[in-house]
């Protein structure tokens, strides 16, 4: 932009000082990118010199290494394994009503004998949840399940 009082050849020399740094800079800029000294891309050793190869671009540019999977479609992903349901292994011999409350004499299913249980108490994975006359409810994993006592 030229000031109002700015004569035209001045004008003209600002033009030509600015296009001459111009091309005095993008010509040094050619002249060094042309005649820059090629430096070995890997170090090389003294022992090995004949054994060496010449590594270019293409051998460093594998085009593999760039493909991204950036959006995949839900239809692609695997649907998530059902919940596995652990089979209920406890077995109920006696309700037995105490003072203190109800408690079961449950069986585990490890061989380890009875166990006397009473509601909130746990039992392995399975936490009692409530004691009537006719069996127990027990919660695992989240699921609740009932097992009743046989005549």
């Known amino acids: 932009m030229t000031r109002i009082g700015d004569s035209e050849p001045l004008?003209?020399?600002?033009?030509?000082?600015?296009?001459?740094?111009?091309?005095?800079?993008?010509?040094?800029?050619?002249?060094?990118?042309?005649?820059?000294?090629?430096?070995?891309?890997?170090?090389?050793?003294?022992s090995n010199q004949s054994a060496t190869?010449?590594?270019?671009?293409?051998?460093?540019?594998k085009p593999d290494a760039w493909r991204v999977s950036l959006w995949r479609p839900?239809?692609?992903?695997?649907?998530?394994?059902?919940?596995?349901?652990?089979p209920l292994t406890l077995k109920i011999f006696s309700i037995l009503r105490q003072a203190d409350g109800i408690t079961a004499a449950i069986d585990p299913g490890t061989g380890a004998g009875l166990v006397y249980a009473k509601?909130?108490?746990?039992?392995?994975?399975?936490t009692i949840?409530?004691?009537?006359e006719r069996g127990i409810e027990v919660e695992v994993d989240g699921r609740r399940q009932r097992v009743e006592l046989r005549p």
């Open 11 to 46: 004008v003209r020399h600002r033009a030509l000082v600015t296009m001459s740094c111009t091309v005095a800079i993008l010509g040094a800029a050619g002249t060094w990118a042309v005649l820059l000294p090629k430096a070995p891309l890997l170090p090389q050793s003294s």
């Open 129 to 132: 949840t409530a004691i009537d």
């Open 119 to 126: 509601v909130g108490e746990r039992i392995g994975a399975h």
């Open 74 to 86: 839900f239809s692609d992903a695997a649907p998530p394994p059902p919940p596995t349901i652990a």
């Open 53 to 61: 190869r010449t590594i270019t671009n293409d051998a460093l540019f």
